[in-house]
């Protein structure tokens, strides 16, 4: 039985925990969820830092960094701490950030929060349940939320497809 | 009983340790303060660290970044051996910064570092005796100090509360 | 037998992995390699991380950042989180990035992607195999996809060669 | 018997350290000096982690950033260091870095680092002797060489000092 | 008898190695030298790691960052991974950087990294064979490359030299 963890926070504008979540069980088996919130981007990485020492093998890392400076260098602070995170203990937490500037309007806004957060929750069980499978789509021009936008591919001088 | 780390600055312009803890002791009870008090917002990482060695199980750590480009990036500084400290722990530092533009004149920087430092005091005290809770209020759009600016959320597809 | 990791992403538009693989495996013996596609840049130092772990001797690492300001701050979580990973384990993790925008067009940029992950997993060879041959070439002006600039040498002041 | 490292640098246009240990020596006993001048602000920090090494209980590091943006990277890094540094042992590592472009010509430049020197080095007795005199001085807008710019305190909302 | 780090790139336009060899050979005895050679300055800090596990007391690491604004950033990540490696040893690693558009041509291109090189050559054999002797010119405004800047020394308030 794996741990999936989830943080999220009360300062994003939508529930984007809880569309990670319908999304992972609408996905998937042989998992349990510990879900942690906390109140903003900069509070994300200690909480995955206690949900790693609780057992969690992955985690799901989902926020709204603001439209100000100030903001963006929280999400960089934030970012950095989930890099120190993940990288010390050897497991990922896939980190999903909608930026509240990334969308036209406020529809756009809750409909790119769902759908992102739905997107890389999908990456999370392939990462945990089945590694190898990624590299069937490496260098596709994958996106999450927005459309893909595909391969820029031309044809190989004499390369050949692992 | 728990202990709570309070950390904040001769640099700022308002008391905000003071706020703090008047807030912490307003609203609950099973806690001690220990209290440490540093020049500059770059000092408060290291006292920070020291404060858990003393045994702190959380931390708010209280500060006013200034208005100059220097002043921004000290702030950053800060912000990053915050994060250090509190991911090495594992515990959470609740980083309360009101910078000295985000105020349109004193007498509002004065009510801002006073709410601001209040409501994260609140948040503290969440966060050591009922984590849970704090689910609750996930994609809220909560702020601390100015208003709350609320859930964009709109009809999921076919999504439940969890 | 030494082990080769090779990191890329979903993100990238162009299978920089392939490009690498190819040439290792045309230009060297006595290696195996271990593969691991992860979603975005930010994911790759993690990535590193685990493939040390699993005995990876040195990892090229193939990344595409996108052409917005968030994804070069994104591109720099990432350079920090794998420095801070070649740096723990003392093994070299080379950095192949092609920034979308270092391009003029699609076309350039799939030549590009190809290039600069074929010559640097020449330099993967040679760190791995026979560092002191990378010496020769000090001050040279290389550069990887683009044509090397090289040197700007003037005759030395009672220089001599080492 | 405590000792106080003193780190600077040669880069700097005036003897800060000499300015910190005559500040130091005025203005109390009980301590040893161990001084350690490196060429610029980027080798500060080790400074401080072979001064810690050799048994400093807390540290005073001078030093001068220059004009140019280059300058201000260089101090950013030298800052991180100074933080890691200081974090990981625990012990204060007070930074007096004055920005060549602060003062509007040489002689005030002169001024500047020799006052922001001594103010600094009061705050190291301080935090070394008597930690908790410093909460006396609690958000009151102190500053180090230029002018204090004093508190923006309101009548508080029934809070009372502590 | 001492060993002297020296790790270069393959990436920069003259052979700063060659020049820091040659400086430390004409000015000091009682060490023996090792290099490493990197493609890149992102490299340079695994480097570092490497010879300082292979007994290195002290290392000189010489780079020239391009122009473009990646390129800045990519010192900026450079120079953290080699304050990270100092630090974590407590030996000093002398970073030699010049970035190319600090020249006017390629003529003094080459002349400034020739001699930067050799001027920071001559403060690793003062850091490691006679460290007290760098106090001396604390202060000074020296610089390496272009000429020093010297002091902006006032008259002292009663000061006195230690």
Redesign the interface.
């Known amino acids: 039985m794996k741990i999936i963890g989830v943080v ?12 990670a ?2 999304e992972l069980r609408s996905n998937g088996t042989g998992f349990t969820i510990n ?5 903003g981007i ?2 994300i ?2 909480a ?3 949900l790693f ?1 609780e057992g969690a093998d992955i985690i799901i890392a989902l926020g709204m960094p603001g439209k100000m400076p ?1 903001d ?10 989930i ?6 203990w ?6 999903v950030f909608v ?1 509240e500037d990334e969308a036209r309007d ?2 756009e ?3 790119l ?2 759908m992102r957060s739905r997107e ?1 929750a999908k ?1 999370v069980l392939t ?1 945990l349940f089945n ?1 190898q499978k ?2 069937e ?8 939320g927005f459309p893909d ?6 044809p ?2 004499g ?4």
């Open positions: 999220d926070t009360t300062f994003a504008r939508y529930d984007m925990g809880r569309s979540i319908d879900r942690y919130t906390v109140p900069k509070d990485p200690v995955c830092e206690v020492k100030v963006k260098i929280s999400a960089q602070t934030a970012s950095n701490g890099m120190n995170v993940q990288t010390k050897g497991r990922h937490v896939i980190e930026h406020e529809k806004l809750a409909w929060m769902d890389h990456n990462l590694r990624m590299t789509y490496a260098g596709q021009g994958l996106r999450q936008v595909g391969s820029v591919e031309v190989l001088k390369g050949r497809r692992h």
